[in-house]
């Protein structure tokens, strides 16, 4: 998981408990949504790679008790989003493309290719649990982060999964107008999929 998906994370977890207990607290995480997955070689590169990093900086005391203290002698695998939510108790939406650019480029294709990404990712959704406190939007774009940016978010060409662009899924969910768990088909059904490739800036992990 990327250092920003870690801090949502963390503050998803510890912010719920600094209000009183009447305060209504949500989270939304956008491409936030980092597996536990093999590279196409069916290496462990992303697993080698957050054991280095919790190793070098000692992070191991920095992930959630809840989550570390079920994962034995691998507690850096807390680092992947799909342990660390069966745990949370604060709502929370997931708005996450299938064929999350960021992801297939440093987990499953490091240094792309589809291969079975989207069924990877879409199991470690369920595997994290249902819960009516859940909301889910998994559209079949290449991209990643797609909530801050109008485009993507809530324009006449958002991405959208049945008639539900993001922007009415996320506020669905939040104002609990009805549950969530918007799943799109499988890559290149979505025609309104926009170049959101904006990581690309970004150094390979």
Same mark, same amino acid.
């Given at each position: 998981?990327?250092?920003?998906?870690?801090?949502?994370?963390?503050?998803?977890?510890?912010?719920?408990?600094?209000?009183?207990?009447?305060?209504?607290?949500?989270?939304?995480?956008?491409?936030?949504?980092?597996?536990?997955?093999?590279?196409?070689?069916?290496?462990?590169?992303?697993?080698?790679?957050?054991?280095?990093?919790?190793?070098?900086?000692?992070?191991?005391?920095?992930?959630?008790?809840?989550?570390?203290?079920?994962?034995?002698?691998?507690?850096?695998?807390?680092?992947?989003?799909?342990?660390?939510?069966?745990?949370?108790?604060?709502?929370?939406? *997931? $708005?996450?493309?299938? =064929?999350?650019?960021? /992801?297939?480029? +440093?987990?499953?294709?490091? @240094?792309?290719?589809? !291969?079975?990404?989207?069924?990877?990712?879409?199991?470690?959704?369920?595997?994290?649990?249902?819960?009516?406190?859940?909301?889910? *939007? $998994?559209?079949?774009? =290449?991209?990643?982060? /797609?909530?801050? +940016?109008?485009?993507?978010? @809530?324009?006449?060409? !958002?991405?959208?999964?049945?008639?539900?662009?993001?922007?009415?899924?996320?506020?669905?969910?939040?104002?609990?107008?009805?549950?969530?768990?918007?799943?799109?088909?499988?890559?290149?059904?979505?025609? +309104?999929?926009?170049?959101?490739?904006?990581?690309?800036?970004?150094?390979?992990?």
């Amino acid at each position: 998981m990327d250092h920003h998906s870690q801090v949502m994370w963390r503050q998803s977890i510890q912010f719920r408990a600094l209000l009183p207990a009447t305060t209504k607290v949500k989270c939304i995480s956008d491409a936030g949504f980092f597996i536990h997955a093999k590279d196409v070689s069916g290496g462990q590169h992303i697993e080698n790679f957050y054991g280095q990093v919790a190793k070098l900086h000692g992070s191991v005391k920095n992930l959630p008790a809840s989550c570390t203290s079920r994962m034995g002698m691998r507690p850096e695998l807390c680092f992947f989003s799909q342990y660390v939510v069966q745990t949370m108790q604060t709502p929370i939406f *997931f $708005i996450n493309a299938a =064929y999350d650019s960021l /992801q297939i480029k +440093n987990i499953l294709a490091p @240094s792309a290719a589809d !291969s079975d990404f989207r069924a990877q990712i879409l199991s470690a959704l369920t595997g994290a649990g249902s819960s009516s406190s859940r909301g889910i *939007f $998994i559209d079949s774009c =290449y991209a990643h982060c /797609q909530a801050g +940016n109008q485009i993507t978010w @809530s324009s006449n060409n !958002s991405p959208a999964v049945g008639n539900t662009k993001i922007a009415k899924a996320v506020g669905d969910w939040y104002y609990e107008r009805s549950p969530v768990q918007e799943i799109d088909c499988p890559y290149p059904c979505n025609p +309104n999929c926009q170049n959101t490739d904006s990581e690309s800036q970004l150094p390979d992990i």
